[in-house]
């Protein structure tokens, strides 16, 4: 080799010399951030002129009153003993209606009227009983006038006594035939047709009487008489949850056809059985429906809110995630902090619900936590 080629083979050797140790500078500045935090155990330490420490943000953990709220879909029913199918027992014709829909009514109001053979036909007994009770009455007032004047005997105020008994008797039961037909004994007549009431107050909300009609003992309902000014929403609570769930909680009911407006409501009996098809419990919820916006059928959205309790809340961006785990980082001392496992609950708005994890006047990181999670 001779004199140039040794002089160019050293230069090279020389640029090769310092791209390394340009090379070898640059990954030194790059490993630099590694600077900003060290990891001791469990421990992560940022140090006070650390360029990560004004990325990080903090808040002092504290206690406040929380409702937890669920939401379900429900439906509204008519309470049932607000709610009265009207189904004569007995059948006959219909001769007088006095019935129309919306008619306010009273437990006595008169809806129609009908010809019942098995209603005359207890009136003709009724009659009959009332009028053979009259005469033994009669007969024994004559037979104790007859003893106390010395000329009757004992047998026969003994069998006058009996025979008024059994007609007695005989006539209570004819009444109470009468009774059953819901008509006043004190004011029958005979051939009389049989008025149909309304057995509870509030109004007709269906109709199906036609004048001349003849029903029958076994007919399907004719009117309905409802009273809808409270009615109920039979809403569904999957089993997990039902635990949440107490009578006279409060609830805030949504209708689809009614945008923006809240309903108020209590729970009224939450169901002992538990469906097997849902693995659902039904929750009845009693709600004022004075302007009747609520009608029988219709389909809600049910808000249940449970009585004030004191919790945690943190905001959300505070919670990281590894493994399927939930975890803050915990401030212990200025500029350390460790990892600690939380439970949490429901959301609300941009906090959760820290069931378990954290106590009152604890620090923790509360925006800016993934920048540790470097640390190894």
Known sequence: MNLKNKRQSYLTGIAMVIIGMTASCKQQVTKEPAADFTLEGDVITVPENSGLKSKLKFITV????????MMTAGTVKAIPTQFAEIAPPFQGRVTKSYIRLGMKTTAETPLFEISSPD??????????????????????????????NGVGTQKDLEEAQTGYDVEKKEYENAVIGIKIFKANPEKLSLGQALVVHAPITGEVIENKVVLGQFI????????????????????????????????KDECEIEVAALPGKKLQ?????????????TRSVQVLIECDN?????????YVSVNFIDAPTSAVLIPLKAILQMNDANFVFVV???????????????TEGSRVVIKSGLAKGEKIVSEGGFYLLEAK
């Open 62 to 69: 504290n206690t406040e009153p929380y409702r937890m709220q």
């Open 290 to 298: 004075s302007d009747h916006t609520l009608k029988p059928g219709m």
């Open 332 to 346: 212990t001392a200025a500029g350390k902090y460790i990892k600690r496992k939380v439970e949490t609950g429901d």
């Open 119 to 148: 209603f005359i036909a207890a009136q003709k007994v009724f009659f009959q009983e009332k009028s053979q009770m009259q005469q033994a009455e009669r007969t024994l007032k004559r037979q104790k006038d007859l003893m106390a």
């Open 216 to 247: 029958k003992d076994d007919a399907a309902s004719v009117a309905t008489v409802a009273n809808l000014n409270k009615v109920w929403v039979a809403g569904q609570v999957k089993e997990k949850d039902i635990r949440y769930i107490h009578e």
């Open 265 to 277: 409501g209590k729970v009224y009996h939450v169901n002992e059985i538990v469906d097997e098809d």
